[in-house]
């Protein structure tokens, strides 16, 4: 199993970007998928998460601001970031808890997609 994020890049102060993380290989069930970020001062921490049922979570910092979703047909989940904020930089990490087709339940992480917000 694989996860290829994809969307990170520089904005300004205020602006939005779209990120987007595709899950693929032999794949049973996505049970949960999400975001984290991390900086080189403060260690991994969630963003956002969504289930399979669309149940969504965010971290105080985000809420109102970003939005998950997924599309389970294709396996893919993705942030909405809107009015961004320097403190939003960050290398952003998606995140999948999931069952393969042995149904072992694993957690996997994709390579991280940089977003920095410039003031």
């Known amino acids: 199993v694989q996860l290829q994020a994809s969307g990170g890049g520089l904005v300004q102060a205020g602006g939005s970007l779209r990120l987007s993380c595709a899950a693929s290989g032999s794949i049973f069930v996505i049970n949960v998928m999400g975001w984290y970020r991390q900086t080189p001062e403060k260690a991994r921490e969630l963003v956002a998460v969504i289930t399979n049922g669309g149940t969504t979570t965010y971290s105080d910092s985000v809420k109102g601001r970003f939005t998950i979703s997924r599309d389970n047909a294709k396996n893919t989940v993705y942030l909405q970031m809107n009015s961004l904020k320097p403190e939003d930089t960050a290398v952003y990490y998606c995140?999948?808890?999931?069952?393969?087709?042995?149904?072992?339940?694993?957690?996997?992480w994709g390579q991280g997609t940089l977003v920095t917000v410039s003031s």
């Open positions: 995140n999948a808890i999931l069952q393969d087709s042995d149904y072992d339940l694993s957690d996997y």
